[in-house]
């Protein structure tokens, strides 16, 4: 008999064990749902706070736009309208004043400087060597084959001259 004590001393060890792990098992998850119930929690009331400032938010909001609507009548919309577009024109418009200052003193310089150019043209004059006479000669020879630089040579002019008698002439 001796056997069966035994058997149910080490059936009971078992079963105490077996309790003792489910007991352990079963605290332990507890603490795990705990913590994760703990930290919804907080999210929650963190959530909840955001929420309590944002529906203050609005409300002033609201109310700051009801009173804003409220108190400036058509005209002195109008007004506001207009002092600001004129708040932002007023740059562009001084800007132009300076570029249109700026065109005219350049207008004013191409002015003075064509007179002068064309004061410098009226005394440049055609070359004395070059008349109605030298021009047929140069003509003549040039549809003869002789070279530019030797008609002016021959001629006692420079080759531009030359070069310049045959352009007017539309020979080259």
Do not use: C, W
Request: no cysteine; aromatic share 8%; charged share 25%.
């Amino acid at each position: 008999m001796n056997y069966d004590f035994l058997t149910i001393e080490h059936a009971a060890a078992a079963m105490a064990i077996v309790i003792l792990y489910l007991l352990y098992y079963v605290f332990s998850k507890d603490s795990e749902y705990s913590k994760n119930i703990h930290s919804v929690a907080s999210v929650v009331e963190e959530l909840n706070r955001e929420i309590f400032y944002l529906k203050k938010k609005l409300v002033d909001t609201q109310k700051s736009v009801q009173d804003n609507s409220r108190g400036m009548s058509d005209e002195e919309i109008y007004q506001e309208i207009e002092r600001s577009v004129y708040d932002m024109i007023k740059p562009l418009s001084m800007g132009l004043q300076q570029m249109q200052e700026t065109v005219e003193t350049i207008d004013a310089q191409i002015d003075s400087r064509v007179s002068s150019l064309e004061t410098g043209v009226k005394q440049i004059s055609i070359p004395s060597s070059i008349h109605a006479n030298d021009d047929e000669k140069i003509i003549s020879l040039f549809k003869q084959g002789i070279s530019l630089e030797t008609i002016s040579k021959e001629l006692h002019i420079s080759k531009a001259e030359v070069e310049f008698v045959l352009k007017i002439n539309k020979i080259k």
